[in-house]
């Protein structure tokens, strides 16, 4: 049986990864922060008690920042697969805190690949780039594209990026990058704009709020289904030989197109609820994030299945159903805001 070490494996693509994994028939082992509240929402489904003979599901505490925690952890667990996802990976967020995002995003990705150095563990391993490092690039972007990054986020993956290939020449790892667009799903972190708009528009269809305020409309995003795209991370590690690969749907979508087509499907004029909040502008914005993943096509047999209608039918879906638990609680007396987990 096959060992796979996910870390990010409470958030969305984690949790995606974790399913896809476990149907394969992987003992899959995660990596969480400790808190003083529970984050596993996403993973709840399949996790079972450690001490379940059954159970191929197992959770460990640990931090990006500590690299003596990822070296012992490697040595523990010693997996043949490492999917390195954890990040701070808001970009508004990394303007805001640019050092944290650095030190977790940027150099979280350098311990984990000196943890796998210094213990010899035979894993393959695949980081999470991201689509963001193309920035200001004009579009379509493919792997040979010059990396423009426009946050401190960015930056923070262009780094790990290059020395993930630092790490496979010199010690020769197999290590590959997964240069993924923008890709989400009902488990999207309600910060993010589609799962903003989704929850907000749901909402309003049901009276449970009056505006959504949102930043720039017109920035353009090629937008995929995180399910999709958790398979092309297992396929890199499947090859023969480490490489980079862009991973997309090769369509584009504004943010207003994203909003109007949520707020359509709900019989609502979106015009008479969003709002524009100029805090929600970046410093820098990417105007234009549009993918060429023909290589992936091609070398990895790999494609989206998800298309973009299915994909915000879905989060109106799984949206529309959580915001009618909450109505049904407010007009029980309860309040969402203060019992947060009655909504969940």
Same mark, same amino acid.
């Given at each position: 049986?096959?060992?796979?070490?996910?870390?990010?494996?409470?958030?969305?693509?984690?949790?995606?990864?974790?399913?896809?994994?476990?149907?394969?028939?992987?003992?899959?082992?995660?990596?969480?922060?400790?808190?003083?509240?529970?984050?596993?929402?996403?993973?709840?489904?399949?996790?079972?008690?450690?001490?379940?003979?059954?159970?191929?599901?197992?959770?460990?505490?640990?931090?990006?920042?500590?690299?003596?925690?990822?070296?012992?952890?490697?040595?523990?667990?010693?997996?043949?697969?490492?999917?390195?996802?954890?990040?701070?990976?808001?970009?508004?967020?990394?303007?805001?805190?640019?050092?944290?995002?650095?030190?977790?995003?940027?150099?979280?990705?350098?311990?984990?690949?000196?943890?796998?150095?210094?213990?010899?563990?035979?894993?393959?391993?695949?980081?999470?780039?991201?689509?963001?490092?193309?920035?200001?690039?004009?579009?379509?972007?493919?792997?040979?594209?010059?990396?423009?990054?426009?946050?401190?986020?960015?930056?923070?993956?262009?780094?790990?990026?290059?020395?993930?290939?630092?790490?496979?020449?010199?010690?020769?790892?197999?290590?590959?990058?997964?240069?993924?667009?923008?890709?989400?799903?009902?488990?999207?972190?309600?910060?993010?704009?589609?799962?903003?708009?989704?929850?907000?528009?749901? &909402?309003?269809?049901?009276? +449970?709020? @009056?505006?959504? *305020?949102?930043? !720039? %409309?017109?920035?353009?995003?090629?937008?995929?289904?995180?399910?999709?795209?958790?398979?092309?991370?297992?396929?890199?590690?499947?090859?023969?030989?480490?490489?980079?690969?862009?991973?997309?749907?090769?369509?584009?979508?504004?943010?207003?197109?994203?909003?109007?087509?949520?707020?359509?499907?709900?019989?609502?004029?979106?015009?008479?609820?969003?709002?524009?909040?100029?805090?929600?502008?970046?410093?820098?914005?990417?105007?234009?994030?549009?993918?060429?993943?023909?290589?992936?096509?091609?070398?990895?047999?790999?494609?989206?299945?998800?298309?973009?209608?299915?994909?915000?039918?879905?989060?109106?879906?799984?949206?529309?159903?959580?915001? &009618?638990?909450?109505?049904? +609680?407010? @007009?029980?007396? *309860?309040?969402? !805001? %203060?019992?947060?987990?009655?909504?969940?």
């Amino acid at each position: 049986m096959k060992k796979a070490f996910i870390t990010g494996i409470t958030g969305q693509d984690g949790s995606y990864l974790a399913e896809f994994l476990l149907g394969k028939g992987y003992e899959v082992h995660g990596l969480i922060r400790r808190s003083s509240t529970f984050n596993t929402d996403r993973i709840d489904h399949l996790y079972k008690d450690f001490h379940d003979p059954q159970a191929r599901l197992y959770l460990h505490y640990g931090d990006l920042s500590v690299s003596g925690q990822l070296t012992d952890m490697l040595y523990d667990i010693s997996p043949d697969e490492i999917y390195h996802l954890g990040a701070q990976s808001h970009v508004r967020v990394s303007f805001d805190m640019p050092e944290y995002t650095g030190d977790v995003t940027g150099l979280g990705t350098l311990r984990l690949l000196e943890a796998i150095r210094k213990t010899g563990v035979k894993a393959r391993f695949y980081q999470a780039s991201s689509s963001e490092m193309f920035g200001a690039a004009p579009p379509p972007q493919h792997e040979g594209t010059l990396f423009q990054p426009q946050s401190p986020y960015a930056a923070a993956k262009v780094y790990a990026y290059y020395v993930v290939r630092n790490y496979r020449d010199a010690y020769k790892l197999f290590a590959c990058n997964g240069i993924l667009f923008n890709h989400e799903s009902p488990r999207r972190g309600e910060t993010f704009v589609t799962r903003k708009i989704t929850r907000g528009a749901t &909402q309003i269809k049901l009276g +449970l709020r @009056d505006k959504l *305020y949102l930043g !720039n %409309l017109e920035a353009k995003r090629d937008w995929g289904f995180a399910g999709d795209y958790v398979e092309a991370m297992w396929l890199m590690l499947q090859q023969d030989k480490p490489d980079d690969y862009v991973i997309a749907t090769g369509e584009t979508h504004s943010v207003r197109e994203f909003a109007e087509k949520v707020f359509q499907k709900l019989d609502l004029d979106y015009h008479q609820y969003v709002e524009i909040d100029p805090r929600y502008f970046r410093p820098t914005e990417v105007d234009v994030l549009l993918g060429d993943s023909s290589k992936a096509r091609r070398l990895l047999n790999w494609k989206p299945r998800v298309s973009f209608d299915e994909l915000v039918e879905m989060m109106i879906a799984a949206d529309l159903e959580l915001a &009618q638990r909450e109505k049904t +609680l407010t @007009d029980a007396g *309860y309040s969402c !805001n %203060l019992n947060p987990h009655l909504c969940i």
